[in-house]
């Protein structure tokens, strides 16, 4: 016996078969397939069809087709599907259709001028591929420590975290195809993209951008991506501390003082075996065998020469505990290291040469590859990867020991 709900989406699967032809509506086959895999294990919900658009106007079909049978299949959009730790590609939703928009990879528009830098592309464009459209000019990206193949638009609208500051905030307006079909654009962008004023980004009145990232009102097309100003001196801040809480604490105090750019990273010794980070500068070697209970921090100075002197200054001083007449330091083998610091060190410290990249707009899957393999189809190619515990805290030191001991007492468990 086949339930109505079952007979319509059947009815849609049919549809969208004869409209876009059997190429672009898998049922199964290893493509297919691979819409279950996920590293995490967590509980995966059956998918009934896999869609592969190739156009905008390929998205528009879709959704116009489910519409006139009633919407009866939920749509589950993913750009790349690399969500790594977090369900990557599985649907949430039984009996949905994968909506994968991975080759819609134009960079439609691309401006670089330090007051209207900006681009707008389409959902399967990657990190790699619009920063390498960036070389050799004033500004970059905001890029993630995740794949270079990660989606920049699929990597913004869920929340991602850039090496300068949070993806949501590259976001300058969406197009989008509402359940009905209808095309909608989001955000004061587009309104005034011609203009001296499109970068004040709030606009005027009600701004409903917010309400695209992590939701599943509709299909995003197509965004427009903020692009940073190429800093002049950049020193990538290398150092190690064994007390997390006033570690964290000091680094949060960094901040305050706007001594700090960009996200600091800091790294436990297994975070820095998977990203193969060793930092052995200068001679000392602070491999993460030889620091057992250590945590390493990495950050950003930057501004003119006369700005990040004192940044150091102040930094070292910080650290160093006589800012407060602390007779203990805080922070430990601090450095502050140029790119040719790091390129040097290339061949014991990879990892440290790639953070620095990262930090100045150029993502790599080199650390990924290390950890688990030559694939960047960790959840389909890998017998082991990541399960992020992400809780959303202040930086603050006590918060931090706190989740941490969270963490630690699940791994025992």
Wanted: aromatic share 6%; proline share 5%; glycine share 8%.
């Amino acid at each position: 016996v086949h339930s109505p709900q079952r007979m319509a989406a059947a009815e849609v699967l049919r549809a969208w078969t004869a409209h876009l032809g059997p190429q672009k509506v898998l049922t199964a086959g290893e493509q297919f397939d691979a819409l279950s895999k996920d590293i995490g294990r967590f509980p995966t919900c059956k998918a009934i069809a896999l869609l592969v658009p190739l156009t905008v106007g390929d998205v528009e079909d879709i959704v116009r087709i489910n519409h006139k049978h009633g919407s009866c299949v939920p749509l589950y959009p993913i750009s790349t599907g690399r969500n790594w730790g977090l369900g990557s590609r599985v649907t949430m939703v039984e009996g949905a259709a994968i909506l994968d928009l991975s080759l819609l990879q134009e960079v439609e528009k691309l401006s670089t001028e330090h007051s209207r830098a900006y681009a707008i592309v389409q959902p399967g464009v990657t990190l790699r591929q619009l920063s390498e459209r960036l070389v050799d000019t004033p500004v970059f990206l905001n890029v993630t420590a995740s794949c270079a193949n990660t989606s920049i638009v699929g990597n913004a609208l869920d929340r991602g975290v850039g090496f300068q500051h949070q993806r949501t905030e590259d976001l300058l307006g969406v197009e989008t195809i509402l359940a009905s079909g209808e095309k909608v654009r989001f955000g004061s962008f587009w309104d005034a993209c011609d203009n001296t004023h499109f970068h004040y980004r709030h606009g005027l009145g009600p701004d409903l951008l917010p309400l695209l990232v992590q939701s599943n009102f509709a299909v995003v097309v197509r965004a427009a991506i903020r692009l940073n100003p190429r800093p002049k001196n950049v020193r990538l801040v290398t150092g190690w501390f064994t007390e997390l809480e006033q570690g964290v604490d000091a680094i949060a105090h960094m901040y305050r003082e706007n001594l700090l750019t960009g996200v600091a990273k800091i790294y436990n010794e297994s975070a820095l075996k998977n990203y193969g980070v060793r930092t052995q500068t200068q001679g000392i070697d602070t491999a993460p065998e030889k620091s057992t209970g250590r945590f390493l921090i990495l950050a950003l100075v930057t501004g003119t020469d006369n700005t990040i002197a004192g940044k150091m200054a102040d930094i070292t001083a910080l650290c160093s505990g006589s800012t407060d007449n602390s007779a203990a330091p805080v922070l430990h083998d601090v450095h502050f290291l140029t790119e040719e610091d790091c390129l040097k060190q290339r061949e014991v410290d990879p990892g440290l040469a790639e953070a620095y990249g990262r930090f100045t707009g150029k993502p790599t899957c080199e650390g990924h590859r290390r950890g688990f393999g030559p694939s960047c189809d960790l959840d389909v190619t890998s017998k082991s990867g990541w399960l992020f515990f992400l809780p959303v805290i202040p930086l603050n030191g006590r918060c931090m020991k706190t989740a941490f001991g969270i963490l630690a007492d699940v791994n025992k468990a």
